[in-house]
């Protein structure tokens, strides 16, 4: 994945938990890197190994890390320059989703490298959506979590999500449920 996405895990680090938390977990998970470079692509291996360090270093599961570090990035960008790219995808959470393959696209037409996850929205009802979400990465549905609430934030409306549907295999893929207050309009 593009440095951005280590940076923003990196910056998470340290400003909850400070430097030494941050070098012991660098050690952790191996990394020589002491600064990733954002328009830089590595290896998804990279960020794993950041997750599972982060993970086994505070002691909380890799869900919630992931969880967390998802809700970090929707505000990280915005002191990224991509703040514009964000708002400019939507005036609410709802339009937002609906745009983010868009979004995507956009990223990708500048970085060769990106290798966007795809976010198909549906809208079953007044602040009622159906989200599926598909990736050529594993295992980072609870970092889907996390994103959704830090729309929410970013927003400033409550958001409710639960997975009700886990990738097997495939031709299926997670699925997320989400409510939306106040009702986003449309
Ligand atoms: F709900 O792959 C809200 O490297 C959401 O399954 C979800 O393949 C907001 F460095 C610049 C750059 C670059 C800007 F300059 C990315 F190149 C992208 C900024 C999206 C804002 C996807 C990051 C692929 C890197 C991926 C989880 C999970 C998507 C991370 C969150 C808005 C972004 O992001 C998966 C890669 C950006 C950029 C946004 C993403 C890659 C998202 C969201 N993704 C790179």
């Known amino acids: 994945m593009y440095g951005i996405v280590n940076k923003a895990i990196v910056e998470l680090i340290h400003t909850r938990f400070g430097e030494d938390t941050w070098e012991r977990i660098r050690g952790r998970a191996g990394l020589e890197e002491e600064l990733f470079i954002s328009l830089d692509a590595y ?32 505000e990280y960008v915005g002191t990224q320059g991509y703040g514009e790219l964000l708002r400019g995808a939507g005036n609410n959470v709802q339009e937002v989703l609906l745009n983010l393959d868009n979004l995507h696209t956009r990223v990708g037409l500048s970085f060769a490298h990106l290798r966007p996850p795809s976010f198909h929205c549906t809208v079953l009802g007044p ?6 979400y598909t990736s050529t990465r594993q295992g980072l549905a609870p970092m889907v979590v996390g994103l959704l609430k830090g729309l929410g934030r970013m927003f400033h409306t409550e958001l409710h999500v639960v997975q009700t549907r886990h ?7 997670d699925e997320f449920l989400i409510r939306l207050q106040p009702a986003s309009s449309s």
């Open 127 to 132: 602040g009622e959506l159906r989200l599926r």
């Open 167 to 173: 990738k097997e295999g495939a031709g299926t893929a």
């Open 43 to 74: 290896p998804d291996e990279y960020t794993y190994a950041l997750v599972r360090a982060t993970s086994e270093e505070l002691g909380l599961p890799a869900e919630q890390v992931l969880e967390t570090f998802g809700e970090y990035w929707v």
